[in-house]
């Protein structure tokens, strides 16, 4: 069964500071991953997919399979980029997604 | 834009008490899912359906059912509360046509079980 783990439960950056929200998975195949994320009050919505190599409100995540990492990056971070993320995996012909536990993301003025 | 509605926001039950969760999405979705939400352990997938009348069981099944009898509405039952169901309940749609995995929630249901 695939499974998807972030470390960090809280993470803490300065505003301007480089954010790296960590996520490693465990899937037999070639699993697409995705970041959530949610907003204080607001629904869980989609941030980005490894599949599109976009980058979104300037986060970027880069999917290593040699170290089955996806991890989401941002060079500056702003203080309405605090919310909670959550990493998550499709396996190959599912249509449900598996979440980690995600990581709430404080960006400090 | 895709509306998921959670007809509870707020909901407290006796335990023993027979719950229902209802969802409502208005862009023909196929594909309904039931999530529970809890601090440290992420979101976990309950129940989902691909059409109606249809159901499979996700990672956590145990004291829930389901029931599709709409395709746009997905219903969550507790059919006898425990303390240990109080959680936030997320429900959640996506489309078959769309490129997969991109979920649409609704706001959630907070369930406190007494």
């Known amino acids: 069964a695939q499974r998807v783990t972030q470390p960090e439960k809280l993470l803490s950056v300065f505003k301007g500071a480089p954010v790296e929200l960590k996520c490693n998975y465990s899937?037999?195949?070639?699993?697409?991953l995705f970041w959530y994320v949610q907003y204080s009050r607001q629904r869980l919505q989609l941030l980005l997919r490894?599949?599109s190599r976009e980058s979104i409100k300037g986060f970027t995540a880069d999917l290593n399979k040699g170290e089955t990492s996806f991890h989401l990056k941002k060079p500056f971070a702003q203080e309405e980029d605090s919310a909670m993320y959550y990493c998550?995996?499709?396996?190959?012909?599912?249509?449900?997604?598996?979440f980690g536990s995600g990581t709430q993301l404080t960006v400090l003025p | 834009d895709v509306k998921v509605t959670q007809s509870s926001r707020y909901l407290v039950k006796r335990t023993g008490e027979k719950v229902f969760l209802e969802c409502v999405q208005d862009m023909d979705h196929e594909n309904m899912f039931w999530y529970r939400q809890d601090p440290g352990l992420g979101l976990r997938l309950i129940y989902f359906s691909y059409d109606v009348k249809m159901k499979e069981k996700g990672d956590i099944p145990e004291g829930y059912s389901v029931s599709r009898e709409k395709k746009e509405r997905f219903s969550l039952i507790l059919e006898s509360a425990s303390t240990n169901q109080t959680s936030m309940y997320l429900c959640?749609?996506?489309?078959?046509?769309?490129?997969?995995?991109?979920?649409?929630f609704g706001e959630g249901s907070r369930l406190t079980v007494l």
């Open positions: 998550a995996l499709l396996p190959i012909s599912a249509r449900q997604l598996t």
């Open positions: 899937y037999s195949g070639s699993p697409e």
């Open positions: 959640a749609s996506s489309s078959s046509l769309t490129p997969p995995g991109e979920l649409f």
């Open positions: 490894h599949i």
